[in-house]
């Protein structure tokens, strides 16, 4: 499977203020996700992003909000605006899809708290 | 629609104890099956995975069988270890996209 590298891993940030995360995969990939995991909970999909095309949100989240980038097969980056304490998660980038047997494999995440 | 649901936690063993962890599944047409392991402050790690009906996905003593007659697939081992404790989910991914459907998680607290 794919070694995926996020940063940052952890941080604190201000209210109103932007944050962007960054995805590295070790090799090229088709699919990237970036899924949000709030205290306690399960995953939720934010977007697929593919490279060369515009990212695909899934209800709930907006460009605005959650803007991607995908310059390439290999990184990703996520930027979580004008953050709000509901803002604070987890962010995890994660690379597979149908590709790859259908199974989808994680990175480390980025644990953002928003005081 | 497509959806997980997983057996509510928090699990607290003993070492050595054994674990079932349920797990049952909606889906349209013919899903994969997953179980992932998020451990303290870390992401989430594909566990074991099964492809097809009657399938078994084993690793690291942990084995799960995809039940087609009861949409199920509940997570199981023999002797769990302190290092087990961790929060377990279950997940679902239709072959027809790349939609994922991710259970509520259990978390587990094994003590020695």
């Known amino acids: 499977s794919a070694v995926i590298s996020q940063k940052p891993s952890r941080d604190i940030c201000q209210r109103g203020t932007s944050l962007t995360i960054q995805c590295q995969v070790d090799s090229q990939v088709t699919m990237m996700f970036w899924y949000r995991q709030q205290p306690g909970q399960s995953l939720t999909l934010i977007a697929t992003a593919n490279q060369g095309s515009e990212a695909t949100y899934e209800s709930g989240f907006v460009i605005d909000k959650f803007p991607i980038s995908r310059p390439n097969l290999t990184f990703s980056t996520l930027t979580v605006s004008n953050m709000s304490p509901e803002d604070s998660s987890i962010y995890l980038c994660s690379v597979g899809g149908q590709g790859s047997g259908n199974t989808i494999y994680f990175g480390e995440g980025s644990w953002l708290t928003v005081v | 629609g497509n959806s997980v649901t997983q057996m509510e936690g928090p699990v607290t063993l003993s070492e050595e104890a054994f674990l079932t962890i349920n797990c049952t599944y909606t889906?349209?047409?013919?899903?994969?099956l997953f179980w992932y392991v998020q451990y303290p402050g870390e992401g989430l790690q594909l566990l074991l995975k099964?492809?097809?009906?009657?399938d078994k996905g084993s690793n690291k003593g942990f084995e799960a069988t995809y039940r087609k007659e009861t949409t199920s697939f509940h997570l199981e081992k023999g002797s769990v270890q302190v290092s087990d404790s961790a929060v377990y989910f279950c997940a679902l991914a239709l072959n027809t996209g790349n939609q994922f459907y991710f259970g509520t998680g259990t978390s587990l607290t094994v003590i020695p």
């Open positions: 099964a492809t097809k009906a009657d």
């Open positions: 889906a349209t047409g013919y899903p994969s």
